[in-house]
């Protein structure tokens, strides 16, 4: 008879560069142009003009999204290589005090006083794995992707303008800048619930209060667009 408590599965989330970049951009890429949109359709009646400011916005929000991706990437990269460096300079001018530090992580293991020595002296034997082990055990870091900094850039400004143009989609289809807020409302309002709903469940939460969280904030941020476009209009 075969054991089956032997082929246990467990199920953890595990977190990916490109699912944390979709959400970075999407969720902004939703939200800001539908409240700009919003705003708009609150002060002129030019579905065109909405049409043309809101592509704008998602020219430059991508683009700025992007290169803050980009930067990001780029600084994890600088931080790995600095660390990296200063590692190998201690390794080379700091030995027993790099030693000391290795066994002070077994230790923290709870390995005994004989185990943690020979783990010890296997890991110093080569001084590429030696910091490696130190990098990784010590100080929390993995060595980045190399092209991580490009992929985060244009991962999250494509998630950008995928979010972005859903808002602005129906004022293509429509002459009248309210009803094509009323159907942006709808299509948008139902994507941020459907957005919001798949992140929470990724990230280990309630989904369906994470949806209907993501979806009141997008519909908050644009009733104030509306309202505040509305007051200015009425004041000039």
Known sequence: MQDTHLHHHEEHLKSSDLL???VIGMSDGLTVPFALAAGLSGAVNSTSVIII???AEIAAGSIAMGLGGYLAGRTEQDHYSSELKREYDEIEHKTEIE???VREVFREWGLSSTITEQATQE???DKHQWVEFMMKHELGLD????KRARKSAFNIGASYIIGGLVPLTPYFFVDSSLVGLKLSVIITLICLYIFGFFKSKLTGVNAWLGGLRVMLIGAAAAAAAFTIA???ETKI
Do not use: F, L, S, Y
């Open 143 to 146: 060595k980045p992707d190399p």
């Open 230 to 232: 509305k007051v200015i």
């Open 99 to 101: 030693k000391e530090e």
């Open 123 to 125: 890991i110093i034997k």
């Open 20 to 22: 944390t970049d979709i």
């Open 53 to 55: 400011a809101g592509i």
